[in-house]
């Protein structure tokens, strides 16, 4: 079977890792790797796959740039997939579509790949999880102002990628079969709570208090995961630790 992930950040690296130990054929592809989604013949970038994994990213707080950006990686690969015949599967955010988080360029933008995934895909299949543990680090980087980070006011239930990357793996080699999947970590915590935890992070971290009704709604659960959400990987404080 031949897998083509892609995408070029950490969660490719993690699922090309997942999909290999599968036995597998894995391909990445992304901009390090010569492959631009926006710009490049997607139809002939994945021919010969079977299945195809969809991982792209681009950090934006803006909703115009995340909307172009998801929509057009998914309309190209989509429509390749349908092309060549293989399995889509596409990466999202638990509880992105929430209508109290819009206002957040980034969900916004993810929203509007999923609707577009469902409608140019002939076979597709929708892996959500939570917040990852690796998000605390990469909110640090992307937040840095000089020596300080802003930290959001974030309630969650974080979860660890390689967690992530192994059910997808088991979405691409057919073990599962449900045309919509959702995962989360095993604790509720706080953004401000596992930042504090992490080691040496080299900034000082500042709690940003995001107003209005958007705000309140990262702050008060709205992106925990419904009760009845798979649970898997370790704890937090295990994974922190055990690094």
């Not at 997607?42 to 995340?66: N, P, Q, Y």
């Not at 929708?126 to 980070?149: C, H, K, Y």
Request: aromatic share 6%; proline share 6%.
């Amino acid at each position: 079977m031949r897998v083509v992930v892609v995408g070029g950040g950490i969660s490719g690296v993690a699922i090309s890792r997942a999909v290999e130990a599968r036995g597998c054929s894995v391909t990445r592809l992304s901009r390090s790797t010569g492959f631009d989604v926006l710009r490049d013949d997607a139809t002939t970038a994945l021919a010969g796959a079977d299945v195809i994994v969809e991982a792209t990213g681009r950090f934006t707080t803006s909703r115009k740039a995340a909307t172009q950006f998801f929509t057009g990686s998914t309309r190209a690969i989509g429509r390749a997939a349908g092309a060549v015949g293989a399995h889509h599967v596409l990466l999202s955010i638990v509880n992105c579509m929430r209508p109290e988080v819009q206002g957040y360029g980034y969900f916004a933008g993810k929203t509007a790949q999923e609707a577009v995934a469902r409608s140019v895909s002939p076979h597709l299949t929708i892996v959500r999880s939570t917040q990852w543990f690796e998000f605390a680090r990469q909110n640090l980087d992307r937040m840095r102002f000089g020596p300080v980070a802003l930290v959001p006011g974030m309630t969650i239930a974080p979860v660890a990628l390689d967690a992530v990357a192994t059910v997808i793996a088991d979405v691409a080699v057919g073990e599962r079969s449900a045309r919509e999947i959702e995962v989360a970590g095993p604790d509720t915590t706080t953004l401000w709570t596992m930042t504090k935890a992490l080691p040496g992070p080299g900034v000082t971290p500042v709690p940003l208090p995001i107003p209005g009704r958007m705000g309140r709604a990262f702050r008060g659960g709205t992106l925990l995961p419904a009760r009845e959400t798979e649970v898997v990987g370790p704890r937090f404080q295990d994974w922190i630790t055990g690094k």
